[in-house]
């Protein structure tokens, strides 16, 4: 096996840590002197030690030389990434670990990789996983998706641990649309439980949260049962009800109108911007994305969102 994650937070570090357990895997970071040192990543996942199996460097020729690269890069940041290292990564196999759509351009990240580096293979992989459950070695079951069946089975297999199940499709754009819209409803969900509007405005907003996700990914011509797999009912289930997701943290702090460390990466609050934007321009009925987009930029509070929420004509289900 040969695989290399580019991006040291806390998702990259899990990965490559549980794909260590089954051979050499190399940790590219832009500030890999105190982790390689520390043999740990205190600052973004404390309290797991890297096995002796895994390489962390700041030599991207040397992560690059790899056959299979993880980026695990935030949303935004994954163009810049790509292009600034487009001459070693020429004809790889390319697999997103990121969540979100691009504000800028309104794609995912399959197609962020395929427009920057037509010759790659490109993939994602995504689905319900906390980076600490990952790296403690916790079952995990995620889907991997990639156009090309054959390489999509290649991948499967490679990046199958132990403890890490993946599941695979070929229909990237369902599995990239699952992953990027469960963290808009689940700042939603937050927001709900933040402002003690109870559990039962939680599962009402999931439940219609979905059916928003469905209506994007039809628009989009996903695959209608991909949602209804890891990449988006199983995502949107964990992350809309755990106090360990950071973008249902962030909903807690609006609904209960505390501050959030702004620096805290929460893929959802570009995503529901890009989202909305795409929705308009669609004519989509998405009142949840809307909701949480106003909320976001200070246009609507938490009781003007559940009144745009709440007023709308009634309908069939
Ligand atoms: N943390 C988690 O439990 C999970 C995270 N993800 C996804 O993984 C992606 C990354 O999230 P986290 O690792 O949690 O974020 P994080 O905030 O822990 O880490 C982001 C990392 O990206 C690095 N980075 C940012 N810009 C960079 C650049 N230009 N070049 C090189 N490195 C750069 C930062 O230095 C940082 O180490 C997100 O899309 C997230 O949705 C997916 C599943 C689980
Ligand atoms: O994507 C995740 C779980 O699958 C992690 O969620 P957060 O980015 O909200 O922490």
Same mark, same amino acid.
């Given at each position: =096996?040969?695989?290399?994650? +580019? ?14 357990? &089954? ?16 043999? $740990?990543?205190? &600052?973004?996942? /404390?309290?797991?030690?890297? /096995? ?17 690269? !993880? +980026? ?16 070693? +990564? ?8 990121? &969540? ?47 156009? *090309?069946?054959?390489?999509?089975? #290649?991948?499967?297999? $490679? ?9 695979? %499709?070929? *229909? ?33 907003? =999931?439940?219609?949260? #979905? ?36 973008? #249902?943290? !962030?909903?807690?702090? +609006? ?8 620096? %805290? ?5 570009? %995503? ?12 989509? *009925? =998405? ?9 976001? *930029? ?7 969102? =559940?009144?745009?929420? !709440?007023?709308?004509?009634?309908? $069939?289900?």
């Amino acid at each position: =096996m040969s695989v290399s994650v +580019l991006g040291a937070g806390a998702f990259g570090t899990a990965l490559a840590i549980s794909l260590a357990g &089954k051979g050499p895997v190399t940790l590219w970071a832009r500030d890999a002197g105190d982790m390689a040192k520390r043999r $740990e990543n205190t &600052k973004r996942l /404390p309290g797991c030690p890297f /096995p002796d199996t895994l390489t962390v460097t700041d030599s991207l020729d040397q992560a690059s030389a790899a056959k299979i690269l !993880l +980026l695990a890069v935030p949303m935004q940041r994954l163009r810049s990434v790509l292009e600034d290292h487009k001459g070693a +990564l020429h004809g790889k196999h390319l697999v997103a670990c990121c &969540k979100g759509i691009e504000l800028s351009s309104g794609v995912g990240p399959v197609s962020v990789i395929t427009q920057t580096i037509p010759d790659a293979t490109a993939a994602i992989l995504t689905g319900p996983s906390f980076a600490a459950d990952i790296a403690r070695g916790l079952p995990t079951a995620l889907t991997l998706a990639c156009g *090309d069946a054959a390489a999509g089975k #290649y991948l499967q297999a $490679e990046l199958t641990t132990a403890n890490l199940r993946l599941y695979r %499709t070929t *229909d990237t754009i369902g599995a990239e649309l699952g992953g990027a819209l469960k963290n808009v409803v689940a700042i939603a969900s937050g927001a709900a439980i933040g402002a003690g509007l109870g559990e039962s405005a939680r599962a009402a907003l =999931m439940t219609r949260g #979905y059916a928003e996700m469905q209506r994007l990914a039809a628009h989009l011509k996903a695959e209608p049962t991909t949602l209804a797999g890891l990449s988006g009912f199983g995502d949107l289930t964990l992350t809309c009800t755990s106090e360990q997701s950071r973008n #249902y943290r !962030l909903g807690q702090s +609006l609904g209960q109108g505390t501050p959030f460390d702004p620096s %805290t990466t929460v893929e959802g609050a570009a %995503t529901a911007r890009a989202v909305d934007a795409l929705a308009c321009e669609a004519a989509l *009925d =998405m009142p949840i994305t809307r909701a949480v987009a106003g909320l976001l *930029d200070n246009q609507l509070d938490v009781a003007g969102a =559940m009144k745009l929420l !709440l007023t709308r004509p009634l309908k $069939e289900e």
